[in-house]
């Protein structure tokens, strides 16, 4: 049974971590848009700013999804 609860729940996990690393860039990207619409002489501050966040949001994510697959593939 443990077998196939992982063989459902890694693939569901590593979609939701796909969906919210998604979100979290798209809402960064949409709030720096807006920010460098807002004010373009800013606009390299702005991009500095974001650069960051985006960084350690795409690592998260990076790091999350081999995590789950070496649950995957370790974890027999």
Known sequence: MT?????????????????????????????????????PSAAGQITGAVNLPLFLLEGVAILAEVFALLVLFLGR
């Open 3 to 39: 077998g196939l609860v992982q063989f459902f729940a890694i693939p569901f996990g590593l979609g939701m971590i796909v969906i919210g690393a998604g979100l979290g860039i798209g809402k960064l990207a949409a709030a720096a848009a807006e920010g460098i619409a807002r004010q």
